[in-house]
């Protein structure tokens, strides 16, 4: 059973324009959030991450907002560039466990 | 400093054979952990080294998934015998706690298991 789960297999994106990307989760002892980018033949880096004692949490072009009644959260990228391309993992941890649970990716395409 | 590195980056096998990965976590780094993602879907949760315990091995697919950190340094996983099921990214992350729990990822070891 998937307790991560991106719905959004891919998206295009305009450059200039924003990039928002979702996120659900369905365990309610998830309190910390992370966002990792991951370009072809490289492993995951980290992009931003959110605890659930905030709903929001900014760094440069890239916000995450946390809708803990909803069990949502969502990434933020203004303005989009094409060096945003690549795909982007959700994943969601409960305090003490160190057990990180991603999501299955969403592959964004920024258009030039 | 170095980043996570990870050996070798592609291993392509047969079934039945044996294949060992390697990790070499960031210096300092006492957690460890190992993922695997398949074509698609999610990167998925095999196990976290703490040092050199075993933390939490709940993703081990079964038992002939060994994972070993002799030391507390750099961690191995032995895949014996290897299955068609057993291919994939296999990537490891480290981690210290002081760094708010982010992980950083080494590039993967791409299994082919013919």
């Known amino acids: 059973d998937q307790q991560v789960k991106q719905n959004s297999p891919s998206l295009s994106v305009q450059e200039g324009r924003i990039s928002i990307l979702n996120c659900d989760y369905t365990n309610s002892m998830f309190d910390y959030f992370l966002w990792y980018k991951k370009y072809p033949a490289e492993g995951p880096t980290f992009l931003i991450s959110i605890s659930s004692i905030k709903d929001k949490n900014e760094d440069g072009r890239f916000t995450v907002f946390l809708n803990k009644s909803a069990k949502h959260l969502s990434l933020h990228i203004v303005p989009s560039q094409p060096g945003d391309s690549a795909v982007y993992f959700c994943?969601?941890?409960?305090?003490?466990?160190?057990?990180?649970?991603f999501g299955t990716g969403t592959r964004l395409k920024v258009l030039a | 400093e170095a980043g996570v590195t990870q050996f070798p980056s592609h291993s392509v096998i047969e079934k039945g054979q044996t294949v060992t990965l390697r990790c070499d976590p960031i210096?300092?780094?006492?957690?460890l952990y190992w993922y695997r993602r398949v074509m698609g879907k999610e990167i998925k949760f095999l196990l976290h080294f703490v040092k050199e315990s075993k933390q939490d091995e709940s993703g081990m697919p079964n038992n002939r998934f060994l994972a070993e950190r002799t030391g507390g340094t750099y961690s191995t996983l032995k895949v014996q015998p290897a299955e068609l099921e057993d291919s994939g990214v296999y990537f490891c992350?480290?981690?210290?706690?002081?760094?708010?729990?982010?992980?950083?990822f080494g590039s993967g070891t791409q299994l082919s298991v013919l």
């Open positions: 994943a969601a941890s409960a305090s003490g466990t160190y057990k990180y649970i």
């Open positions: 210096s300092g780094h006492d957690n």
């Open positions: 992350a480290s981690s210290q706690e002081n760094l708010g729990g982010k992980l950083f």
